[in-house]
């Protein structure tokens, strides 16, 4: 493992059962990725990129192999310590926002600061700051049916950012926004990343990869190329 890697993954495999056959999903996968690095995950249906993805976010475990997350293995981990390293070192974003209709953009935005056991002061505080950060400082009191796609994916960028975590994995992050919004959420993940943050994005879309300034793709289980971008 590289000494500035946030992500250190050997020889992770992952298959899965279907009736009597073993169906390899992940063969063999080595990965690190650094410290302020910016990633796209790229690769056809079938590839293996989701369950990499599923893998990266803690939401399951290897079949075999070792992953390290911000010096931590956590490979061979239960649930319950997956899910308290979810919520410290990974900030997530989804396609879908996967926000909670009832509640405003601070509020959904401070709720990873409930599970870390932070003030009440402390998350409205906190929240209201990365709201700002993300460009939405006169939207904090709106409910997500308040908000057009591109402010509720802003909502959940600044969810994701909430908790400082080693990582922000975002799974086709524009896949339900339109070419002009797409283009401001890139742009907000390009800030994003030159404030000093990890960030991981899944997408099957070129020109969102070429904001990654390294792409790496696979095919058949495995990585087929990973390259420098710029």
């Known amino acids: 493992m590289e000494s500035n890697a946030v992500i250190s993954l050997r020889g992770i495999t992952r298959d899965f059962q279907l009736g009597a056959q073993t169906v390899h999903v992940l063969k063999g996968i080595d990965l690190d990725i650094k410290q302020g690095e910016y990633v796209a995950l790229m690769g056809p249906s ?3 990129k989701s369950t990499l993805m599923n893998l990266l976010g803690c ?13 931590r293995d956590v490979s061979r981990m239960d649930d319950n ?8 070192e990974i900030g997530f974003v989804f396609q879908t926002f996967n926000l909670i209709p009832r509640q405003t953009a601070v509020q959904n935005v401070a709720l990873p600061l409930v599970y870390a056991g932070k003030t009440k002061e402390e998350r409205v505080t906190r929240a209201e ?10 939207r904090m009191d709106h409910r997500p049916n308040q908000l057009s796609g591109g402010q509720r994916q802003r909502v959940a960028i600044a969810r994701a950012l909430v908790n400082t975590p080693s990582m922000i994995l975002a799974d086709e992050p524009t896949g339900n926004l339109d070419s002009t919004t797409s283009v401001e959420i890139m742009r907000l993940f390009d800030d994003i990343h030159k404030a000093g943050n990890t960030l991981v994005v899944v997408t ?27």
């Open 46 to 48: 079938g590839s293996g």
């Open 59 to 71: 939401l399951d475990t290897p079949t075999a192999g070792s992953y390290t997350l911000a010096g």
């Open 81 to 88: 310590d997956l899910a308290a390293v979810r919520n410290k």
């Open 129 to 138: 700051e990365v709201l700002m950060q993300v460009g939405l400082a006169d």
């Open 204 to 230: 099957h879309e070129e020109e969102i990869a070429q904001h990654a300034h390294r792409i790496i793709r696979l095919r058949d289980g495995q990585i087929e190329s990973d390259t420098m971008n710029r």
